[in-house]
């Protein structure tokens, strides 16, 4: 069974420069999780989905983050414009009703 | 709010030493509780988990107790390999509600 894939491994942009990430959860997952994780912390969840809806986007900043769910299986995360403070790994998961998250193996995204 | 608190790392111990990673949790609910396991260059993995108060999991030699009274979910290995070097992070999924929550993340090293 493939696992949560996501792209790219790896970005490095500009500040003030647009940036997105794909992910494709595990096929019948109904949630899918984007974290944020910095060096040295846990991850921190930015928005969770169950199915084609945001259910929990308290923690995602809107002003120039935004995420998407179409069709409820793969997402996209963008950040524009993207600061120098966003450099970090942005982690992908999904999940089925009431298991554990699955996790990908992340995008790590250095702003210069 | 649902939340978990980990010892602070880093952890670094010679082979075949005992290990306690330390957890407690706070949630509203009924929790399901995770430890999650990082290696360098990877992404997280399951590792163990417990689904009600008292269960114990256990993987690869690593064990936790879920401790309602305590709320706590503390990681024990009886004797720790190099191969275990890696970052242990703690985490919470309250039923039916899959929030997943994650705690700072304690690193471990051991030395043969």
């Known amino acids: 069974e493939a696992g949560v894939v996501q792209s790219p491994r790896y970005k490095i942009i500009e500040k003030k420069q647009p940036v997105a990430f794909w992910c494709n959860p595990i096929s019948g997952h109904n949630t899918l999780y984007w974290y944020l994780q910095n060096l040295g912390q846990g991850p921190e969840l930015l928005i969770r989905?169950?199915?084609?809806?945001?259910?929990?986007d308290s923690q995602l900043p809107k002003d120039r983050f935004s995420a998407e769910r179409l069709k409820g299986v793969d997402s996209t995360l963008k950040i524009q414009p993207a600061e120098l403070g966003d450099s970090a790994v942005y982690l992908c998961a999904s999940g089925g009703a009431d298991t554990e998250a699955f996790f990908g193996q992340g995008t790590r995204l250095t702003v210069v | 709010g649902n939340s978990v608190t980990q010892m602070e790392g880093p952890v670094t111990l010679s082979e075949e030493a005992f290990l306690t990673i330390n957890c407690t949790y706070t949630a509203t609910g009924y929790p399901s509780l995770f430890w999650y396991v990082q290696y360098p260059g990877e992404g997280l993995q399951l590792l163990l988990k417990a689904t009600k108060a008292d269960d114990k999991g256990s993987n690869k030699g690593f064990e936790a107790t879920y401790r309602k009274e305590t709320t706590s979910f503390h990681l024990e290995k009886g004797s720790v390999q190099v191969s275990d070097s890696a970052v242990y992070f703690c985490a919470l999924s309250v039923y039916n509600n899959n929030d997943m929550r994650f705690g700072a993340g304690t690193r471990l090293t051991v030395k043969p």
């Open positions: 989905y169950e199915n084609e809806e945001a259910v929990d």
